[in-house]
């Protein structure tokens, strides 16, 4: 039973990744949880290690993927960072939207961001807008990391559970 329960938090953690919301915490919550309350045989301590070390790369790769692009489409060090941090502030602002709006509100942000930081930098209205694009599409690899991390933290999980 206590297996089956795992399994369904793990599930509805991938779930919350693709909706901005820290899917990736509640699965390591959820098999910390397990370690804690099944006897034996449980998640060993350097799984949940690895499961932290894998969420913690997700993170980051997540934010940076934004600037990796926006730098890749010609945009400048400023439309880089202000991709990371309108990509944040955007997910936060969002949070009063139910579902959807940390999601929309990472990919506006991050868009905005390097808008704003390539136009400060270059007065070019289409350097700036194709800065931005590459920006949103940073942004959507990282999501897509992140969920890919979160497929390899539930293998990890699990498979400490059952062995």
Excluded: D, H
């Excluded at 820290?22 to 034996?40: I, Q």
């Excluded at 998640?43 to 969420?55: K, L, P």
């Excluded at 506006?108 to 800065?131: D, P, S």
Aim: aromatic content about 8%; proline content about 4%; glycine content about 14%.
């Amino acid at each position: 039973m206590a297996l089956l329960l795992l399994c369904v938090a793990l599930v509805a953690g991938l779930c919350l990744i693709p909706l901005g919301l820290p899917g990736l915490w509640v699965m390591l919550l959820s098999g910390l949880v397990y370690r804690v309350t099944v006897p034996e045989p449980t998640i060993g301590w350097i799984a949940m290690g690895v499961a932290v070390a894998i969420a913690i790369a997700a993170e980051v790769l997540e934010f940076t993927l934004a600037a990796r692009y926006t730098k890749q489409y010609g945009g400048s060090r400023r439309a880089a960072w202000g991709s990371i941090l309108g990509g944040f502030v955007g997910a936060v602002v969002g949070v009063p939207v139910p579902v959807v709006g940390p999601v929309i509100g990472a990919f506006a942000g991050a868009f905005a961001g390097a808008l704003v930081g390539e136009w400060l930098v270059e007065r070019n209205q289409a350097r700036a807008t194709q800065a931005a694009k590459g920006a949103l599409i940073g942004r959507a690899m990282g999501v897509a990391a992140k969920g890919m991390a979160g497929c390899l933290i539930g293998a990890v999980l699990l498979a400490s559970a059952v062995w």
